[in-house]
């Protein structure tokens, strides 16, 4: 199983960013995805999750309305847009799969 995250940057207070995860070594259909996300100093936090067919399970309190997930089975990629991005909103993002992480994106939103 690999997990390739990218999309991640530099953004201002309210700018967009879209991250990818690149799904392979194995059906990526069959599964439900989740992106996370961790600062340092703190636990790694549930940002959001897609069932297998594309319905979306849940988002984190802190995300809802911004953040949107969406899957293309197709390409076996899971994607997260975020808009009105917040300084907050500061973490390596990090792609799931069960016991399965990727490595990592850094999204820094600074002015």
């Known amino acids: 199983v690999q997990l390739v995250e990218s999309g991640g940057g530099l953004v201002q207070p309210g700018g967009s960013l879209r991250l990818s995860c690149a799904a392979s070594?194995?059906?990526?259909?069959?599964?439900?995805m989740s992106w996370y996300r961790q600062t340092q100093g703190k636990e790694r936090e549930l940002v959001a999750v897609i069932g297998s067919d594309g319905r979306i399970l849940s988002y984190a309190d802190s995300v809802k309305g911004r953040f949107t997930i969406s899957r293309d089975n197709g390409k076996n990629t899971v994607y997260l847009q975020m808009n009105s991005l917040k300084p907050e909103d500061t973490a390596v993002y990090y792609c799931?799969?069960?016991?399965?992480w990727g490595k990592g994106t850094l999204v820094t939103v600074s002015s």
């Open positions: 070594g194995f059906s990526f259909g069959w599964y439900d």
């Open positions: 799931n799969r069960g016991i399965y």
